[in-house]
């Protein structure tokens, strides 16, 4: 067996394989011990609760997944007091993904999460709407970024890791700003935007009309934008979009990600993160290499 741990920012992962937001809970421990992932991240948690949109929000496509969820959860009180206890258990590294509409809203959550020692970091989601901005998304401006990632690590010693959306013009300048704020890790791609038409009622079938694709056919996507970003800042990067296998894996981690996550393939194979974890595994000792040699070591023709 290969050695795959990894140091992630301040964690040490027994593997460079974790699950993407939104797409996995603690209920998969039905199927398997969770433990063996490098690590988890929860679904996005929100200062209030919110009960999400109308359905339809859901909607399969040929090569992937439309979605308009709304950030559906409990809040972060119900979290605290009924969710997070559940991943006690659990011998890995525990990522709490956190949304808000304001910049004092993502402190006030890790001001309420801070005190527990069980997470290691905290993912922001800045695909989120900022209503301070007219409902654009945070990670859209590279100095909103860089004022709210500066402001939560005055908050917080435990990992900063920033999603950050490929809805944009420059992603890099946007990975910039969050690597010179303050961040220790960048996570990319979350989801493009895509519609989906019903020819019979001539209507979208998503409710809210345009939502969020992922899902196997924006891989070509995700791997240019976390090449772009890698070749862009000096923090580690968790590659996402499309990975369905061993192969899309180790494309990411030569690309320049150091580790990746598995997010619409969950729903279509519960057990890809193993599969994966043991593909590469298997490609290492085949090929007589390490991690390291592998991370970046693409290059461009």
């Known amino acids: ?22 797409t996995f809970g603690y209920e998969y421990d039905e199927l398997f011990d969770l433990s063996q992932l490098g690590a988890l991240v929860t679904k996005t948690i929100t200062l209030n609760p919110k009960k999400g949109n109308e359905p339809c929000r ?51 959550i890790a001001d309420k999460l801070n005190p527990y020692d069980n997470i290691d970091a905290y993912e922001i989601n800045i695909s989120c709407p900022n209503v301070e901005k007219e409902g654009l998304a945070f990670g859209v401006e590279a100095e909103v970024v860089r004022e709210l990632i500066a402001k939560l690590r005055a908050t917080t010693d435990k990992d900063i890791i920033v999603k950050l959306t490929p809805n944009v013009t420059k992603i890099e300048e946007i990975a910039r700003a969050a690597a010179e704020s303050g961040a220790d890790i960048i996570s990319l791609i979350n989801t493009v935007l895509g519609l ?42 968790i590659g996402m979009g499309g990975i369905c296998n061993t192969e899309d894996a180790l494309e ?43 991370i970046g070591s693409f290059k461009l023709q």
């Open 196 to 237: 989906a038409v019903d020819i019979e009622t001539k209507a979208s079938r998503i409710k809210n009309g345009i939502a969020g694709y992922s899902g196997p056919a924006i891989k070509p996507i995700a791997l240019q934008n976390v090449f772009r970003v890698a070749q862009a800042v000096d923090i580690p990067i």
């Open 252 to 294: 990411f981690l030569m690309v320049g990600a150091s580790a990746v996550a598995m997010g619409t393939a969950n729903f279509s194979n519960p057990l890809i993160t193993l599969d994966i974890i043991k593909g590469l595994e298997m490609y290492l000792g085949k090929n007589n290499t390490n991690l390291r040699e592998i």
């Open 58 to 108: 859901l909607a399969e496509t040929r090569a992937g997944l439309l979605n308009s969820i709304g950030l559906q959860n409990p809040g972060v009180e119900e979290f605290i007091t009924e969710k997070l206890i559940k991943y006690d258990k659990y011998k890995t590294n525990l990522v709490v993904s956190i949304s808000g509409s304001t910049i004092d809203e993502f402190c006030q």
């Open 1 to 22: 067996m290969s050695n795959l741990e990894i140091q992630i920012g301040g964690m040490k992962w027994k593997n460079p394989v974790t699950v993407a937001s939104g």
